[in-house]
């Protein structure tokens, strides 16, 4: 086969090497003599150069190198030193005279060693030359009156054969694709095809072809690579999702198959501490064997199936498995759990036994309607849930988790601005006397009316804003807000006793802000007492605390502010602690008031609740400490912790969390006196 070529040759390279003379020539043709010569001069009747009569002839051919002389030649005769031959100043360029030249176009064009063949306006073969017989494995003569088009495909693709029709009939300049022919011999050749028309009064168009084949190999090579994991040779990101892109094509799913799609989305846990311990060449080899195994599990996943999963190595230590036109959830199940047993088993690395796990997102469903950026998203969030649930482990993916997921990341992306527009209000819980029933104070708890999900309980932002640390901001709102409103109470009823608000702080509050400098400026701006703010931090946070936080309750403590621990004894209930804190309240958690429920029905109360709040109350009565029970919803429930010493009570028994002008209400009336 002939090498391959980008285009037809250049026009010079195909009349042949080009003869230059070595004189100058008049505009008649004719050679002007030397002035020191009586030589006759070259000259002949058709124009042509020729020597004189007594001379040697000098035979020229086409690959005689032109006939320069030395500068110092010496003239033809001898005893006289002739000068060099020195044209006159006016002397026009030798033109030669009409008549056959060296070299004619037709041996040019069939001598050339790119495959060409002239076209007729029909279309027909009107003669190639000997490279274009040698192409396509045929010989030339038998080329002529054969249909271009069929020899080298052009209408297997409409628009190329559009195209070329159009080149054929003189209204489109030029035309070049490329096409794969089948040679003869049973192999395949990739050509470049370039279609120009000639001449006007040829009435036909010019047809090269130039093997690229080598190119093409080329190209294909570097597509490889530039497509392939360099690691475990493996395709890679770009592949996948070039992969993915095409089986998501309605044209794909809808001629053949399930329509559906699946993927399982693995990630290798532990793959840092290999990398740090043992090196990146050890972590190289290991990521080599899992794709081995992974490659391995993906062929008998597909063994009796259409098509085989795709694995690819999408970065680091993340792998994908594509199963196109997948039946369901329990083939791609079953491939998770093969995946998990295969990497489970240790690996033997250059004398090193390694042992690692895996987590599995997978996601299986209709390939209509999907994107690959949401079913991407949906793996990664399976995966994100593997992990979170203990890992070494396989996830399917849960529309319903997923929607709440989607719901937390609305709710996180809309905190600060919601703060901002003000969307958030307090409402007040009283907190009751057991003995005389009397409000003595209020716990402030926050609500969002959110416009979308209407109005939310703290239980579901309060998580969120410590996350991305907006609960410092809501924070000083909520403290500003309620420390206010305490203080109109005060106002609007100035005989009776102040009631005193407690507000909840986060353990991140006391950390990113300064506490005490936000708890001073709100109670001065104000105007409420100290003592008529209670601060309420969970036993978790408050147990352990060193340092700043620490500090911060203890500088909170000596301005006069209640410190109270909220659900305690559901943390650490690290006694120790509550004689070094300074600690004013405890806040005993409603599960254990819980147990108190089952008095005047037929189910037995469980004595043991009982024993421990008696002793819990006991215990801070000891170290100065008043105590609040939480979750009291019966009478029962508060006859019990009234006999026991409990000293306050907060429930429904009493009142929900009610609006600012509910609290007014309940202490004028006395609603909350059980």
Not at 157 to 162: F, I, K, L, Q, V
Not at 409 to 424: C, N, T, Y
Not at 561 to 587: E, Q, W
Request: net charge negative.
């Amino acid at each position: 086969m002939s090498g391959t070529s980008d285009g037809p040759a250049p026009a010079a390279d195909l009349v042949g090497p080009a003869i230059t003379h070595s004189y100058d020539t008049t505009s008649s043709g004719t050679s002007q003599p030397s002035p020191l010569s009586d030589d006759p001069p070259l000259t002949s009747e058709d124009g042509l150069l020729t020597p004189p009569v007594d001379a040697p002839s000098f035979a020229m051919s086409v690959d005689t190198p032109p006939l320069t002389p030395a500068v110092d030649t010496p003239s033809l005769t001898p005893s006289v030193e002739a000068p060099p031959l020195t044209p006159a100043v006016d002397t026009p360029p030798f033109t030669p005279a009409a008549g056959p030249q060296p070299v004619s176009f037709g041996a040019a064009f069939t001598a050339a060693p790119l495959a060409m063949a002239v076209v007729d306006r029909e279309g027909l073969v009107v003669t190639a030359n000997e490279a274009m017989g040698s192409l396509l494995g045929t010989d030339v003569e038998a080329l002529a009156g054969k249909v271009a088009a069929d020899l080298l495909d052009l209408s297997s693709d409409a628009r190329t054969w559009h195209a070329y029709r159009e080149v054929l009939r003189g209204r489109q300049a030029k035309l070049r694709c490329t096409r794969r022919v089948k040679h003869p011999d049973g192999h395949s050749l990739w050509v470049q095809v370039t279609v120009t028309p000639l001449p006007e009064a040829e009435k036909a168009v010019l047809l090269s072809v130039a093997d690229i084949s080598a190119r093409r190999e080329l190209q294909a090579r570097l597509r490889h690579l530039q497509m392939h994991d360099p690691v475990t040779r493996l395709p890679n990101r770009t592949l996948f999702f070039e992969r993915l892109s095409a089986a998501l094509e309605a044209d794909t799913y809808e001629e053949s198959g399930t329509g559906r799609i699946g993927l399982c989305y693995l990630d290798l846990d532990g793959f840092k501490a290999v990398n740090d311990t043992l090196g990146h060449r050890v972590g190289d080899r290991l990521l080599a064997a899992v794709a081995e195994r992974l490659t391995h599990c993906a062929d008998e996943a597909g063994h009796g199936r259409p098509t085989t999963p795709l694995v690819a190595r999408l970065g680091g230590d993340e792998f994908a498995l594509l199963v196109e036109d997948s039946t369901g959830t329990e083939q791609l199940a079953e491939l998770a759990e093969s995946v998990l047993k295969a990497i489970q088993e240790p690996f033997d690395l250059s004398g090193q036994r390694l042992s690692v796990s895996a987590s599995i997102g997978v996601v299986e469903r209709h390939a209509a309607g999907t994107s690959a950026t949401g079913l991407m998203q949906a793996a990664d969030t399976t995966l994100y849930w593997a992990k979170a649930d203990g890992k070494a482990r396989w996830t399917l993916f849960d529309p319903e988790r997923n929607a709440h997921r989607m719901t937390r990341q609305a709710l996180s992306s809309g905190l600060r601005p919601a703060i901002e527009r003000g969307e958030f209000a307090l409402e007040y819980q009283p907190l009751v006397g057991m003995e005389d029933g009397r409000v003595r104070g209020v716990e402030a708890l926050v609500r969002w009316h959110h416009p979308q999900f209407g109005t939310l309980t703290p239980n579901r932002f309060i998580g969120l804003a410590e996350e991305d640390g907006s609960i410092v901001q809501l924070g000083r709102w909520a403290l500003k807000t309620a420390c206010r409103q305490a203080r109109r109470w005060q106002l609007e009823r100035p005989e009776e006793p102040p009631l005193f608000v407690s507000v909840n702080v986060a353990v991140r509050q006391v950390w990113d802000s300064d506490l005490v400098a936000d708890v001073a400026e709100t109670l001065a701006e104000t105007g409420l007492a100290p003592h008529l703010l209670q601060l309420e931090l969970t036993e978790s946070a408050v147990m352990g605390s060193a340092g700043r936080p620490l500090q911060a309750l203890q500088a909170l403590s000596e301005m006069g502010v209640r410190i109270a621990i909220d659900d305690f004894g559901t943390g650490y209930s690290n006694l120790a602690y509550l004689s070094r804190l300074p600690v004013s309240v405890l806040k005993l958690d409603g599960s254990f008031v819980r147990g108190f429920q089952y008095e005047g029905t037929d189910a037995h109360p469980n004595p043991a609740d009982e024993v421990i709040v008696e002793a819990m109350i006991q215990l801070a009565h000891r170290l100065g400490l008043t105590v609040t029970a939480e979750c009291v919803e019966t009478s029962a429930q508060a006859t019990r912790l009234r006999r026991i010493g409990c000293d306050t009570g907060q429930g429904w028994l009493y009142s929900r969390p009610v609006p600012p002008d509910r609290i007014s209400e309940l202490v004028e009336g006395e609603g909350c006196r059980k």
